[in-house]
């Protein structure tokens, strides 16, 4: 994992990393509000940097969404409705390109597998232009 650390330094942050992911998916069976944000602001702001730093991106961002869905579950509720229409929205189009993309034969002499997007907008990341949008509007 890092370059410069001692193996053991390694096995140890995996654990940590694990045991913080694990803690995080069952973070709804803690009775305190306060605590589970305190938890979840943790989270955010030390084991989702500390797993992207390492380079496991998958972790991080459960860490982060799961996070987010503690400390503003309103607005993640809000967002991920919107994602969700959006997606629909957008399921011809999308489909139409992809037809257009397999007839053409110029897409032989290209190696690659054309798949269904739905970009995986990391939700925390859009709530600061929510914010900024409905102050300036």
Same mark, same amino acid.
């Given at each position: 994992?890092?370059?410069?650390?001692?193996?053991?330094?390694?096995?140890?942050?995996?654990?940590? @990393?694990?045991? %913080?992911?694990?803690?995080?998916?069952? !973070? $709804?069976? *803690?009775?305190? #509000?306060? +605590?589970?944000?305190?938890?979840?602001?943790?989270?955010?702001?030390?084991?989702?940097?500390?797993?992207?730093?390492?380079?496991?991106?998958?972790?991080?961002?459960?860490?982060?969404?799961?996070?987010?869905?503690?400390?503003?579950?309103?607005?993640?509720?809000?967002?991920?409705?919107?994602? @969700?229409?959006? %997606?629909?929205?957008?399921?011809?189009? !999308? $489909?139409? *390109?992809?037809? #257009?993309? +397999?007839?053409?034969?110029?897409?032989?002499?290209?190696?690659?597998?054309?798949?269904?997007?739905?970009?995986?907008?990391?939700?925390?990341?859009?709530?600061?232009?929510?914010?900024?949008?409905?102050?300036?509007?």
């Amino acid at each position: 994992l890092c370059w410069y650390c001692d193996p053991v330094i390694d096995c140890v942050l995996l654990i940590k @990393l694990a045991d %913080r992911l694990h803690n995080m998916r069952t !973070i $709804d069976f *803690i009775k305190s #509000e306060e +605590k589970r944000v305190r938890i979840a602001k943790e989270s955010l702001s030390i084991y989702a940097p500390l797993a992207a730093r390492i380079g496991m991106y998958k972790i991080r961002d459960e860490l982060q969404d799961l996070s987010f869905a503690q400390i503003y579950p309103e607005a993640r509720n809000y967002i991920v409705e919107k994602l @969700l229409e959006l %997606r629909e929205s957008k399921k011809d189009l !999308i $489909d139409k *390109i992809i037809i #257009e993309l +397999k007839a053409d034969e110029n897409m032989d002499k290209i190696k690659c597998n054309i798949l269904k997007p739905f970009i995986n907008y990391i939700i925390q990341l859009i709530y600061p232009y929510l914010i900024i949008s409905t102050i300036t509007d």
